[in-house]
């Protein structure tokens, strides 16, 4: 199965969001950072992560008699490139848009699950802004957005520090630039 393939379901988004950051993981905690999915689900989409090469076993021991594995995220399995992006149909980025939206619903239904879901206290935006922009400072938005976002996805877990899912989708809205309200 094609790494793209692979990302297009929401358990195993979620295992891949769960690995981000550098994490090595059993499967047995990833169930535990997944409580609202089977642990039969999640054991079957880490084998299919792990033999699509996007998971990666960081090391090996014996517990109980079994042999337990820790995996990693091998990152640049993990990313849908610009150059696959575009040559996918319109149908597979409506495909890629659900699976998306399905994952980060799930995600925010597990977070208010929780007995300290505090969406409040916890800063949680779901907002959404009309803006308009030219070709050039849309490119220019992106080129900004990237240099405050890149940096802070090669942070590791350590004290202090809470993973959050940063979710930007960005799509024209409305009519034509070409036209105002009214003109027909």
């Known amino acids: 199965m094609e790494a793209v393939e692979l990302l297009l379901h ?6 891949v969001h769960a690995m981000s950051g550098g994490r090595t993981l059993t499967t047995s905690q990833l169930c535990d950072l997944l409580p609202d999915v089977s642990k039969a689900t999640v054991y079957r ?10 998971l990666e076993v960081a090391d090996e021991h014996r517990t109980r008699g079994a042999v337990e594995r820790r995996y990693r995220l091998h ?3 993990a990313t849908v490139d610009a150059e696959t992006a575009a040559s996918v ?23 208010l699950d929780r007995v300290d879901a505090d969406p409040v206290a916890d800063l949680v935006g779901y907002r959404q802004h009309a803006i308009w922009l030219s070709e050039e400072e849309r490119a220019q ?12 996805m090669g942070n590791t877990p350590s004290p202090g520090r809470t993973r959050h899912l940063l979710s930007p989708i960005l799509f024209p809205a409305g009519e034509s630039p070409a036209r105002t309200p009214g003109e027909r």
């Open 10 to 15: 929401p358990v195993r988004l979620r295992v």
């Open 75 to 77: 990152r640049a399995r």
């Open 45 to 54: 989409h880490v084998g299919l992560l792990a033999d699509g090469g996007l």
């Open 89 to 111: 149909s319109v149908e597979d980025h409506r495909r890629v848009f659900a699976v998306a939206m399905a994952t980060l619903l799930a995600e925010y239904n597990a977070y």
């Open 141 to 152: 938005m992106i080129v900004e957005l990237r240099e405050v976002i890149a940096p802070r």
